[in-house]
């Protein structure tokens, strides 16, 4: 009876050493979970959200779209854009530049705005002596970037209209990945020639100032010629000449 318990016990120890096990003794698991050292490892911060930001405009055409904008700050904007002689006009409360190849100079803010992705975008529309769209420049907007960045290349879609095109034959900017952004300058651009298109029709520029029906206009900023009474206007002093001889 020895002889057999002996010959178990040494069987069980041998299996016990086989599994690794000591013989004799518990082994206890612990459930796994942070260890004693988890904090004192520093790991990588999360990545915070990367917004991206349109370009700034430059000054001149951000001080050209604030409310109440100095004439100085469209001749500024005529200038980036390349034109020889600029005079601004006041039209029924809409702002109307003037320019030396006698077309028109329009901001968008003065006539339309439609929200894009994220708000209404700033356009400057310059238009030839006929009212054709010569050209289309984004001076700034609030919407994302990369959508802007899709958009801007394929203004030349919307210089393909006049003045007086009918609404419902303007052309559509639809630019996939950036749907609203073109959308919103699309319908700025569009309305903008829509709320002109009457004062055009009555507008004419002659003798390097412009007329409404007929009527002469002064330029914004220009001071008004000063009202003389009937029979007080001085004669005209003859101008001096050389051939004038002189009083004794």
């Known amino acids: 009876m020895k002889t057999v318990t002996g010959m178990m016990l040494a069987l069980g120890l041998a299996a016990g050493t086989a599994f690794g096990a000591a013989p004799n003794k518990t082994v206890m698991i612990k459930p796994s979970g942070p260890s004693e050292n988890a904090s004192k490892v520093k790991t990588p911060d999360e990545p915070s959200p990367v917004t991206v ?137 569009n309305g903008t020639l829509e709320l002109f298109k009457p004062l055009f029709r009555r507008l004419e520029q002659k003798d390097g100032g412009l007329n409404l029906d007929g009527n002469p206009l002064l330029p914004e900023g220009a001071p008004a010629p000063a009202a003389t009474p009937a029979g007080d206007a001085p004669a005209p002093a003859a101008p001096a000449s050389a051939e004038t001889p002189a009083a004794a």
């Open 53 to 189: 930001a349109p370009e700034a405009p430059a000054a001149a055409a951000e001080a050209a779209l604030e409310p109440g904008a100095v004439p100085a700050g469209y001749e500024a904007l005529a200038k980036r854009l390349g034109l020889s002689k600029f005079l601004l006009y006041r039209v029924q409360g809409k702002r109307i530049g003037v320019t030396g190849e006698n077309g028109y100079l329009l901001l968008t803010d003065d006539y339309a705005k439609v929200d894009g992705q994220k708000g209404p975008p700033s356009l400057a529309v310059l238009l030839d002596a006929e009212g054709a769209v010569k050209r289309v420049v984004l001076l700034r907007t609030p919407d994302d970037a990369a959508c802007v960045r899709l958009v801007v290349p394929q203004l030349g879609v919307l210089e393909k209209q006049t003045v007086l095109t009918g609404e419902e034959a303007r052309p559509v900017l639809a630019i996939p990945g950036a749907v609203e952004t073109s959308a919103g300058m699309q319908k700025t651009v």
